[in-house]
T-cell receptor, first 113, second 105 residues
Framework: SQTIHQWPATLVQPVGSPLSLECTVE??????LYWYRQAAGRGLQLLFY??????ISSEVPQNLSASRPQDRQFILSSKKLLLSDSGFYLC????????????FGSGTRLTVV | QKEVEQNSGPLSVPEGAIASLNCTYS??????FFWYRQYSGKSPELIMS????GDKEDGRFTAQLNKASQYVSLLIRDSQPSDSATYLC?????FGAGTRLTVKP
């Protein structure tokens, strides 16, 4: 199974509040993990990716951060949310080696008010 | 120039017709190309991957790649209403904005 678990499905948060989104994956060990954001009516923007525990690469500097405390756990965080952080947040995995496309989680729809 | 460009659509075809979706990309060294289908409110689902020039067929779907022209396309034969979705082209980790397809019964 290559199942990806994301929660919550929907979240409404006030501006300035903190954020923590968690993603856990099943299946083969040491997967590559990714956080993407999709703003309304737009394509997917790569935020962070990780090739292993504690290894995080950031694609877009902003007020978000990511951590990978365990092989199958990937966390997206923010200390203070902005209105522009609203969007559909997707966790994805790919095989550790090569590039064979992604399996996506069901996503979290975040609205910052 | 955007890294991955798609016609935003919307594209509307009658049931049973061929739907043609196009994508161009700017990174000449890319080796991995993907098509994802995304139903409204859902996460994307990988439907095709292609790595070498030419055509790759999977059921009603055919992906075409032309690296010299930096062009990827997706053909959907015998389109069904259930094919109505947004189709995302991806080159490695970069995604296009998607093309919304509607198949009318």
């Amino acid at each position: 199974s290559q199942t990806i678990h994301q929660w919550p499905a929907t979240l409404v948060q006030p501006v300035g509040s903190p954020l923590s989104l968690e993603c856990t994956v099943e299946g083969t060990s040491n997967p590559n993990l990714y956080w993407y954001r999709q703003a309304a009516g737009r394509g997917l923007q790569l935020l962070f990716y990780s090739v292993g525990i504690g290894q995080i690469s950031s694609e877009v500097p902003q007020n978000l951060s990511a951590s990978r405390p365990q092989d199958r756990q990937f966390i997206l965080s923010s200390k203070k949310l902005l209105l522009s952080d609203s969007g559909f947040y997707l966790c994805a995995r790919s095989k550790h080696t090569g590039n064979y496309g992604y399996t996506f989680g069901s996503g979290t729809r975040l609205t910052v008010v | 120039q955007k890294e991955v460009e798609q016609n935003s659509g919307p594209l509307s075809v009658p049931e049973g017709a061929i739907a043609s979706l196009n994508c161009t990309y700017s990174d000449r060294v890319s080796q991995s190309f993907f098509w994802y289908r995304q139903y409204s409110g859902k996460s994307p689902e990988l439907i095709m991957s292609i790595y070498s020039n030419g055509d790759k067929e999977d059921g009603r779907f055919t992906a075409q790649l032309n690296k010299a022209s930096q062009y990827v396309s997706l053909l959907i034969r015998d389109s069904q209403p259930s094919d109505s979705a947004t189709y995302l082209c991806a080159v490695r980790t970069r995604f296009g904005a998607g093309t919304r397809l509607t198949v009318k019964p």
